[in-house]
C-alpha cells in the first residue's frame, strides 16, 4: 500500500512554533496523522523519545520489519486478540 504523504522534510537546523506555545529547533519529519495507524499512534506515543524518529521513518519508508522490531523491542507489539 502506497502512503500519500504531504511533502516530507528531514532537515537541519528547522525553526517551529506549536499552538501551546512550545518551540524548538531540530530534526523533523512532517507527515500526514492519516499515515499512521490508531496502533502506530498509540506505540508512537509510548516509544522512548528518541526512538521516535527512527518509528516514523520506518513506517514512512515501508520498512516492516524495523516497525515490528522497534515495537517487539519495546513491548508494544499489535496484539492479535
Known amino acids: ?5 504531504i511533502p516530507m522534510k528531514t ?3 528547522v525553526c517551529w512554533v506549536a499552538a501551546d506555545g512550545s518551540w524548538g529547533m531540530s530534526h ?4 500526514d496523522a492519516d499515515d499512521l495507524t490508531l496502533h502506530q499512534h ?3 506515543a509510548d516509544l ?3 526512538d ?4 516514523v521513518r520506518a513506517i514512512l519508508d515501508g520498512d516492516n520489519q524495523t516497525v ?3 515495537e517487539a523491542e519495546n513491548d508494544l507489539a499489535e496484539s492479535d486478540n
Open 28 to 31: 523533523i519529519i512532517l507527515f
Open 1 to 5: 500500500m502506497s502512503k500519500k504523504l
Open 42 to 44: 498509540d506505540v508512537l
Open 11 to 13: 532537515a537541519h537546523e
Open 48 to 50: 522512548g523519545d528518541y
Open 52 to 55: 521516535r524518529m527512527e518509528y
Open 68 to 70: 515490528m522490531g522497534i
